[in-house]
């Protein structure tokens, strides 16, 4: 982070990153002063309600980051950058999006946390956009031009309005990652006619046979009754174990032993919710999805939630030292791809066990009728063993409400995730692993990647492929 004294001192010339943190109530005109070299510019966290008409000078720009400031409308300013193709804006007061404020080579486009209530048909113009996060907002509907968007591959509409999901979405060819949670069209079947005429349309049949996979009705399952229910003085936190979109995560301990007795667990983890929306939709979606997934072998354990006042969180069971994260977030470069340690190698054998490990928890989820919405190496762990513990529901959606189609619609897509796992990890294969392994798991990868959603494989195919 640099200081607003640097920049009116000439001491940044040359620099490719500036972020303020100062304040700012008017955009800097020394900024300008950057113009050949500035490509990343953050002005988050400060009181700004609009930018300069000329921004466009900044003529090296490819990002520009002003969440928490004071916008209402998304400035037509940014429209005429040439090179500009992330835009981020969470958490401002944003209510209209002009057309001609969108860049048409915007890749990254984040309006998390705004009072949006329609986006211009211009969008469905941005051949290049790959992430677009809308989560906490006022969409009823969305631009039927979007179904132009080919290369959109990560789309956040949770805690919205929208009481039905428009078919062109489940066209999509790339789209791996979508959360819907906190909208009309997941709280009753009645806010969703669609689906309903189309359950209705297929005899109510809720045991849809797509080869070996199957969308059952959800099982018996935890749900906040069933998961006990604690207070945040039941617990001590000890030191922060990691944090993510939705929440940090605590070492932590019970101070009742009573509960030690009644969950089975010592060492706890903790994992308090940071806020009421968060860049994925609200917590308590969150927290329903993920004690409606049910136990797995794969899943990271939950004992119980917490609810005192304000507090929201999760009580999980404490991952072993032994499991480390597989992969990183994705950067600013890679956009919706994971990344990883330069150090990372794997043998086909092991690749394949992470893999159908993998397939059978999302086979699993899908059949609790849950949608994870965020299948990434970086949220999972693993061990020596290649054992993997795999968690994270802050994109999580629930299907129940959904019709049958729609939620394989939607199997489909996160399969397309997990072959977007697989195709990160071959890279990292070593050169002595079996070719025939190697040579599968391509195949399978291509399968889950295939741009025709309905010939993609389901999660139970994915395993039956590995295991062969």
């Not at 001491?11 to 700012?24: F, H, M, N, P, T």
């Not at 404490?318 to 994705?330: E, M």
Request: proline share 6%.
């Amino acid at each position: 982070m640099q200081t607003l004294a640097q920049l009116t001192a000439g001491q940044l010339q040359g620099v490719r990153r500036l972020q303020l943190v100062e304040g700012l109530t008017a955009f800097p005109p020394q900024i300008f002063d950057l113009a050949d070299t500035l490509e990343i510019l953050d002005l988050s966290n400060n009181q700004l309600s609009e930018l300069p008409e000329d921004l466009y000078r900044l003529t090296q720009l490819k990002v520009l980051f002003a969440s928490n400031n004071r916008f209402e409308k998304l400035p037509e300013a940014l429209g005429r950058c040439a090179k500009l193709e992330m835009i981020g804006f969470k958490s401002n007061r944003i209510k209209t999006v002009p057309a001609d404020a969108l860049p048409p080579q915007t890749r990254w486009l984040i309006l998390t946390d705004n009072c949006i209530e329609a986006l211009p048909d211009k969008i469905g113009t941005l051949a290049r956009l790959q992430k677009l996060a809308l989560a906490g907002n006022r969409l009823s509907t969305l631009p039927v031009t979007m179904a132009q968007c080919q290369h959109l591959e990560l789309v956040r509409l949770s805690a919205n309005r929208l009481s039905e999901l428009p078919l062109w979405l489940f066209e999509l060819p790339k789209l791996s990652w979508l959360a819907f949670a906190g909208n009309p069209l997941t709280e009753s079947p009645q806010a969703s006619p669609r689906a309903l005429n189309r359950d209705a349309a297929e005899g109510m049949n809720t045991n849809v046979n797509h080869g070996a996979a199957c969308v059952n009705a959800r099982q018996s399952t935890p749900s906040l009754s069933s998961v006990p229910k604690v207070s945040l003085d039941s617990v001590k936190l000890g030191e922060k174990c990691g944090e993510g979109a939705s929440g940090i995560i605590y070492q932590g301990e019970w101070l009742d032993e009573s509960m030690v007795a009644q969950t089975g667990a010592k060492p706890i983890a903790v994992k308090l919710f940071k806020g009421d929306v968060t860049s994925d939709g609200y917590p308590a979606d969150e927290l329903a999805c993920c004690l409606a997934s049910g136990e797995h072998p794969n899943l990271i354990k939950v004992i119980a939630h917490i609810q005192q006042g304000s507090h929201l969180g999760l009580v999980m069971a404490l991952i072993p030292q032994s499991f480390k994260n597989l992969g990183l977030p994705p950067s600013l470069v890679s956009c919706t791809r994971d990344t990883f340690s330069p150090d990372t190698a794997l043998d086909s054998k092991d690749l394949t066990k992470i893999i159908l490990q993998l397939a059978d928890v999302m086979a699993h989820l899908h059949r609790q009728q849950i949608s994870h919405g965020d299948v990434y190496a970086h949220n999972m762990m693993v061990n020596q063993q290649m054992d993997v513990l795999f968690g994270d529901f802050g994109a999580a959606s629930d299907l129940r409400h959904l019709s049958s189609s729609e939620r394989l619609g939607i199997e489909k897509l996160e399969v397309r995730a997990l072959g977007c796992v697989i195709d990160d990890l071959l890279p990292f294969v070593t050169p002595s692993s079996h070719p025939a392994q190697v040579r599968r798991l391509r195949e399978i990868r291509d399968c889950c990647l295939s741009v025709n959603v309905v010939a993609r494989p389901g999660f139970d195919e994915v395993k039956s492929a590995l295991l062969a």
